[in-house]
């Protein structure tokens, strides 16, 4: 019920906001003002989404849990979306997403929620597929003019020429 809510109150808001900034400051500078916040939305989901996802490979790398950098990361992709879509109201959640006190007051709102069952970032994930075999190999040049090999190819001797 509360999603149904959501999807039919949000494009009212969106609307009525429209409505009211565009009387406020014409046309015109409202619709700037959605295309620059659709170009910041790109922009940060860009800058922010390198940053999370390169905290996140660190947090693995060592070893330790990823959900704090996973969680913030998500709310700046969260936070990037809502600043694409056209509207005051996403906008203004959009960017209330971007400060770090906000997102960690959803986070922690968030996860009074959920429950975290297990972490396993153990060697199963290190080893390497068994279907690869490591090897060396070399180049053999072979002469044009030598002999077509025989049929019980390659024969030992042909090979280490």
Known sequence: MALFLAFLL?????????IQVGGWIGLWPTLALVVLAAVLGTWLIRREGLLAMAQVQ????TMRDPSGPLAHGAL????????MIPGFFSDACGLLLLIPPVRAAVIRF???RMRVR????????????PQVLDGEYFEVEVD??????????????WTRR
């Open 10 to 18: 949000v494009p009212v808001i969106e609307i009525g906001l429209f």
């Open 58 to 61: 660190d947090r693995l790398r």
């Open 76 to 83: 700046i992709l969260l936070a990037g979306a809502l600043l």
């Open 110 to 112: 968030m996860g009074a």
């Open 118 to 129: 297990s972490f396993d970032a153990s060697h199963r994930t290190m080893r390497p597929d």
């Open 144 to 157: 044009p003019k030598a002999p077509t090999p025989p049929s019980d190819y390659p024969p030992s001797d």
